[in-house]
């Protein structure tokens, strides 16, 4: 059973910086991809962030693509979202996922298999 459970989330002000925090509880494979998404209301879910544990290359989408830093700490069980420059339009729910890996990598994809319930990040103007 694989539990993810995220924290940091809080309200700054556009220009400030969050760190956010995803403790990974259970097995999740040999090879996976853990992952940053956002939801905000009306909008579709999107990817920020997502790391390969073979390589733990990280794949960012140009909205957020010098601003946030996606990292990880095995032996703690740790993924971590730095996030800094925050704009009004990062203000959304984030969530922590996991993804045993396979053949089509850990970019351009939203069918993670394991997700937290999220932590709330809102940037005032």
């Known amino acids: 059973r694989v539990q993810l459970v995220e924290s940091g989330g809080g309200s700054v002000r556009a220009g400030g910086s969050l760190r956010l925090s995803c403790e990974a509880r259970?097995?999740?494979?040999?090879?996976?991809?853990m992952g940053w998404f956002r939801q905000a209301p009306g909008k579709e879910r999107e990817g920020v962030a997502t790391?390969?544990?073979?390589?733990?290359?990280?794949w960012y989408p140009d909205s957020v693509k010098g601003r946030f830093t996606i990292s990880q700490d095995n032996a703690k069980n740790m993924l971590y979202l730095q996030m800094n420059s925050l704009k009004p339009e990062d203000t959304a729910m984030y969530y922590c996922?996991?993804?045993?890996?396979?053949?089509?990598?850990?970019?351009?994809?939203?069918?993670?298999?394991?997700w937290g319930h999220g932590t709330q990040v809102t940037v005032s103007s």
């Open positions: 259970g097995y999740i494979a040999s090879r996976y991809c």
């Open positions: 996922a996991a993804l045993s890996y396979d053949d089509r990598g850990c970019a351009f994809r939203t069918d993670f298999h394991y």
């Open positions: 790391i390969y544990s073979g390589t733990f290359a990280p």
